[in-house]
């Protein structure tokens, strides 16, 4: 074969560059797989987690066509109005106060009594001297249930002075119960009920009933104008500040850590400080807990940093938005720096409202977790840390605006896998990763009818296992 004089003096040259330049590619190919390495979402020690798609992160799940269903029934029968009048002290914080007086609405309808509109609670752990009108629009609650139960501002001045029926109802009581009560109207004309939390039972009510109890709560159980214009503004602030955001119901708090006896991660001093307060709160009746039982057992709030690790598992990236909806975080900065040295995008209601806006909510808790509540229910995703009246009331409204996303931490399992993870058990990243997305795939707020009682649970204890109706008003107030 002939090779030109020309190619034999110039094949060595071309085939030295082309090596120089294979060089200078996988180069800058290693720098680039290197950066995009960095920009992963990490963890402590710097282990990647999975990261998933953004509609797996923020979309709300299927529902089935499912919608909000509280008309009532051809069958249902309005109270046209009535001379007997029950008063109530609604106890507990504002979500306790809300479902019970939603109960209470029901009670009025089945004794075919006025109600009063009711007293607030001012003695619980928030020592809030809100009335029902500083929180709610008190002449919408009664216009709206105008065709369901008379309600009144306050007894005639008649009756002020006329002997009560003193009443604790019992709890989750049936329609019987309070047909069986109608009994002291032949004796009395005004019966007073001393607690108006979970009076009534979660099934096996009649559906106007169980309807009647979302009308209460979701349509004439409003905010009072000023919260309501409040909470609406900061939601847009949020809205501004990203696309999405987060509402974490961080329920690390003094009052719920000293109630559990949760000291995990707290120092000596800190958990004495807690023993002291539950002792000397006399309706709490449990007094020696053993804080390592109570974590193990899944009892115990996620501390700011399990809740860090949570949400890096889950696959959400460091720039996430997330609002605090909680009260003041035991332990303030020394706790919360766990989860802000994971997601520092954590905002406040003091950060997000002016002090002149906040003013008026001053030393009114009450209020206050009014405007965390209006931001949860309008989040495109809310996670508690634990699940009390707050987290209950938020999930059931979400549910019933369309099964809104909610995930709700499997916190026995969560432990489980943090305590692996920290004996070298388990190995950090995508193998935590997946197993905390897999163990929380069907915990995100998608449609099912509410959980019946325990197995093997008997008498009145087996009700209380229930799954409250509050917290799932699936089937009675949704429908297909």
Not at 29 to 58: G, V
Not at 409 to 422: A, M, S, V, Y
Not at 454 to 474: D, H, M, V
Request: glycine share 6%; hydrophobic share 35%.
């Amino acid at each position: 074969m002939y090779v030109s004089e020309s190619s034999r003096t110039t094949t060595p040259l071309f085939l030295l560059l082309r090596h120089v330049l294979a060089i200078i590619i996988r180069s800058e190919k290693r720098s680039r797989n290197i950066l995009e390495d960095e920009q992963k979402p990490l963890i402590s020690l710097h282990a990647q987690y999975t990261k998933l798609p953004d509609d797996q992160l923020w979309d709300a799940p299927f529902s089935c066509g499912l919608h909000p269903c509280i008309r009532p029934t051809v069958r249902y029968k309005a109270v046209q109005g009535s001379n007997r009048y029950i008063t109530v002290r609604s106890n507990g914080g504002l979500n306790q106060m809300r479902t019970g007086i939603s109960d209470m609405v029901a009670v009025a309808h089945i004794m075919n009594a006025t109600l009063v509109i009711p007293q607030l609670d001012k003695r619980s752990f928030w020592q809030d001297s809100s009335t029902f009108s500083d929180i709610f629009d008190d002449i919408h609650f009664i216009t709206t249930l105008r065709g369901d139960v008379r309600i009144v501002e306050e007894l005639p001045k008649g009756l002020e002075s006329v002997p009560r029926a003193r009443k604790h109802f019992t709890s989750w009581s049936s329609m019987g119960y309070y047909e069986e009560m109608t009994r002291l109207w032949k004796v009395y004309q005004v019966i007073h009920v001393a607690k108006s939390d979970s009076r009534l039972a979660n099934n096996d009510l009649p559906l106007d009933i169980q309807r009647l109890r979302c009308r209460a709560l979701y349509n004439a159980l409003r905010f009072s104008p000023p919260i309501e214009g409040l909470g609406k503004k900061l939601v847009e602030r949020l809205r501004s500040r990203g696309r999405r955001y987060i509402a974490l119901h961080l329920r690390y708090e003094k009052d719920i850590l000293s109630f559990t006896g949760c000291t995990y991660g707290l120092t000596d001093a800190e958990s004495e400080e807690l023993k002291i307060m539950r002792d000397n709160i006399n309706h709490w009746k449990v007094k020696k807990i053993n804080s390592t039982e109570q974590r193990i057992g899944g009892f115990c709030p996620l501390t700011p940093k399990e809740v860090g690790m949570f949400l890096q598992a889950l696959g959400y990236p460091p720039s996430t938005l997330i609002y605090i909806a909680a009260g003041e975080i035991y332990g303030g900065n020394i706790h919360l720096s766990e989860l802000t040295s994971r997601f520092p995008n954590l905002i406040f209601k003091e950060t997000l409202a002016t002090n002149e806006e906040l003013k008026a909510f001053v030393n009114h808790a009450s209020q206050t977790a009014a405007l965390d509540y209006i931001i949860s229910i309008e989040s495109d995703v809310f996670i508690p840390s634990y699940s009390g009246n707050m987290a209950k009331a938020v999930e059931g409204h979400r549910r019933f605006l369309g099964h809104r996303k909610t995930i709700n931490p499997d916190r026995k399992g969560l432990i489980t896998l943090f305590d692996q993870l920290e004996s070298g058990k388990l190995t950090k990243g995508s193998s935590l990763s997946n197993l905390v997305q897999q163990m929380h795939k069907n915990r995100q707020g998608a449609p099912r009818k509410r959980k019946g009682p325990l197995l093997g649970i008997k008498g009145r204890a087996r009700i209380q296992t229930e799954e409250s109706f509050y917290e799932n008003p699936y089937p009675e107030c949704i429908c297909s």
